[in-house]
């Protein structure tokens, strides 16, 4: 017997013929007068998304009638029995990979038959491949999974808190976990060495195509171990979850890359390898050029910086504007372009520059005929952010990215503290439980945002899937931290205070790791968000079609909480 849905049904030369659809796939069942009368009588009445059930012979299809699109296209069922299960009403939409574009709010809303479709049935169950072959070889290497509360107090990640009120007591509220991250760091207080989980993650903050409100991640932590064990192990289990989700083989060790190097390079902290146009630092070239505002940017202390994008000699003014356009949204203030010719180059602003000037800042670059060279001058951080996201969204246009690529590789060496310029003070790059390079421990007094981290970011394809770091373990470290973070003490004792009392008791040295379940398996099936391997998740404004959450409450639960909404 075989049930399943109706995906199609069509009736010709007096044969009905039904396309069934169950979790394995498709196929085809017949219904003849002949093989049962009854059967094809009553599969006039099927319509789409009817669940059936059929008893019939499997029959290889006649020749010429085989469907090599389908992996049971050599046969079909002809049918002696067939059972109406259930009906179903008309869905709102086909549900078939290849069918007519659907909004998203439409999938999300009736997400139960969106996951119907082929595609959403194998995204689903390639993640749960992923999550038992880490399970698995987790297991083997010692690692027990420990669950922590949701219902808690922050934890700190850069993102605003998720907070639930507590009715018991009133006036005082939960907050729902960032990540486990202090937490587990109390397991390893504890004595379990190896501690893992797979574990929902709750940060309020925007959405984009690779975030959402509550995601998951693959959490691990160790005690006596240092970057090095970190890393053999994620490689491990990278290599395993690939391996055994796609038969893909990754090459290990993986490549590392300091964060001064990826900034300088590519313009990014998580650069995406795939393709070259590098950012090419020409400063020294350039600073005693005639172009005032290249000359005066370095002269502060800025840099100018150019990318080469290939065969893009020919954009008009208008494409050209529109890059300009593009990297203004990330804070440069315009892109000089010179288009290279053969035997001439081309640049609103040439006048500016001698004929060696030029030269030499076109074989700095590699430039060759036919290519367009574009410059940002700015500060460091916003010709990294501008160069860095254009020679992306170029690579993109151009068709430079081999999709079935995948590179994998480390990023280390991060600075500590980044400078939070509208509030006038430091804040932790990672988190502040992130080790301080040992070397860089003298400058924290005196200059902080110098001083290196133990952190360290795994990036697949330009995306970040893992981010760790050896923690502090020394209270007195920790608390140095939080003063040069300006974290006033009376705060730090009501937020941390009982971390802080548990490093009293003998902490031992650890380190940990966090990888992102959903932008792992979404790379892995090609996909384009996260939204795609997450069962149920909520649009890019933050809302669930299907449930219709958030939603508002009764008065009655509002009193008996103690809050009033005032909207
Ligand atoms: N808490 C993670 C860690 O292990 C990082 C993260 O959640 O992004 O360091």
């Not at 409100?213 to 490689?235: H, K, P, V």
């Not at 964060?259 to 300088?264: F, I, N, T, Y």
């Not at 700095?364 to 860095?388: C, E, H, N, R, T």
Request: hydrophobic content about 40%; overall charge negative.
């Amino acid at each position: 017997m075989v049930a399943g849905w109706i995906q199609k049904r069509r009736d010709h030369g007096g044969l009905t013929f039904v396309d069934l659809r169950d979790s394995s796939g498709i196929v085809q069942v017949v219904f003849s007068p002949e093989e049962s009368p009854d059967a094809h009588s009553l599969a006039h009445e099927l319509r789409n998304e009817f669940v059936i059930a059929v008893r019939g012979k499997v029959t290889k299809r006649p020749e010429g009638t085989e469907n090599p699109n389908l992996s049971t296209g050599e046969i079909e069922i002809l049918t002696t029995e067939l059972e109406i299960l259930n009906r179903s009403e008309t869905p709102p939409f086909v549900i078939e990979d290849a069918g007519p574009e659907v909004s998203e709010e439409m999938k999300l809303k009736y997400r139960y038959l969106d996951l119907r479709r082929p595609s959403m049935q194998r995204n689903l169950r390639l993640r749960h491949k992923v999550c038992l072959a880490t399970r698995n070889l987790l297991d083997k290497e010692g690692f027990v999974e420990i669950e922590t509360p949701v219902l808690t107090k922050s934890t700190p990640e850069g993102a605003r808190d998720f907070l639930v009120p507590s009715r018991m007591n009133p006036g005082t509220f939960f907050a729902m976990p960032q990540s486990p991250q202090l937490f587990k760091q109390l397991l390893m207080i504890s004595g379990f060495g190896k501690y893992f989980q797979i574990v929902k993650c709750y940060r309020d903050e925007d959405l984009r195509a690779d975030r959402q409100l509550e995601f998951t991640q693959i959490d691990i932590e160790m005690s006596f171990i240092d970057e090095e064990d970190i890393f053999r192990l994620t490689e491990s289990l990278m290599a395993r979850i690939f391996q055994e989700g796609l038969g893909i083989t990754i090459e290990t060790p993986l490549k590392r890359m300091t964060h001064a190097e990826a900034m300088e390079r590519f313009g990014s902290d998580k650069p995406d390898v795939r393709f070259g146009m590098e950012l090419i630092d020409v400063s020294d070239i350039v600073a005693e050029s005639e172009f005032k505002i290249f000359a005066s940017t370095i002269a502060k202390g800025g840099q100018v910086k150019a990318i080469v994008a290939p065969g893009l000699a020919d954009l008009s003014r208008k494409q050209i504007d529109n890059l300009t356009d593009y990297v203004k949204d990330f804070g440069a203030k315009g892109l000089v372009s010179f288009k290279i010719l053969y035997d001439d180059v081309e640049s609103p602003v040439k006048r500016f520059f001698t004929a060696e000037q030029i030269k030499n800042m076109v074989d700095k670059a590699q430039a060759k005929a036919g290519d367009l060279m574009l410059l940002v001058a700015d500060k460091p951080a916003v010709v990294a952010d501008s160069l860095g996201r254009l020679r992306c969204k170029l690579a993109d246009d151009l068709g430079l990215i081999d999709e079935k690529d995948i590179q994998l590789s480390w990023i280390v060496d991060f600075p500590l503290f980044q400078y939070n310029a509208e509030e006038k003070r430091l804040d932790s790059e990672h988190h502040p439980f992130t080790g301080v390079h040992p070397e860089d421990e003298s400058m924290l007094d005196t200059e902080p945002l110098k001083v290196r981290s133990r952190s360290y970011d795994l990036v697949l394809n330009g995306n970040e899937v893992a981010s760790g770091s050896i923690r502090i373990h020394q209270r007195d470290i920790q608390e140095k931290v939080f003063r040069t973070l300006k974290l006033k003490q009376e705060e730090v004792e009501n937020r941390f205070g009982f971390f802080l009392d548990a490093l009293r008791y003998g902490a031992p040295p650890h380190g940990g790791i966090a990888l992102g379940l959903d932008r792992i398996v979404t790379t892995m099936v090609g996909g384009k968000s996260i939204r795609e391997v997450i069962a149920f998740p909520k649009t890019q404004s933050g809302v669930c079609p299907l449930t219709g959450a958030p939603s508002e409450v009764s008065e009655e639960q509002l009193r008996e909480l103690s809050i009033s909404v005032d909207t």
